[in-house]
Nanobody, 115 residues
């Protein structure tokens, strides 16, 4: 089991930005595709973006153009830059492997977009 720790969430006004960070451990993390997922109140968890071990990125349509996922394998981190945030981006954000491993869900980090 790999420990994944999310950080960087917070309360931000519409149009604002946040940078989320996912810290992993070990060679498995560095050699794997990692995704950011989110779960809004009353909704199912969904993938937001993912990045392959070689840096290929993919985004869900609702965040394309507003979101950048990146990774630093030397630091075992995967970051998610969120810009032009909207109230509908409010959710708990998680990182996990792609596909996600049930035992590796962390606590997540809360993102709240509100004026």
């Amino acid at each position: 089991q790999v420990q994944l720790v999310e950080s960087g969430g917070g309360l931000v006004q519409p149009g604002g930005s946040l940078r989320l960070s996912c810290a992993g451990s070990g060679i498995t993390f560095r050699l794997s595709s990692i995704g950011w997922y989110r779960q809004a109140p009353g909704k199912q968890r969904e993938m937001v973006a993912w990045i392959s071990r070689t840096g290929i990125t993919n985004y869900v349509d609702s965040v394309k153009g507003r979101c950048t996922i990146s990774r630093d394998n030397a630091k075992n981190t995967v970051n998610l830059q969120l810009n032009s945030l909207k109230p509908e981006d409010t959710a708990v954000y998680y990182c996990n492997f792609v596909p996600p491993r049930p035992d590796d869900w962390g606590q997540g980090t809360q993102v709240t977009v509100s004026s």
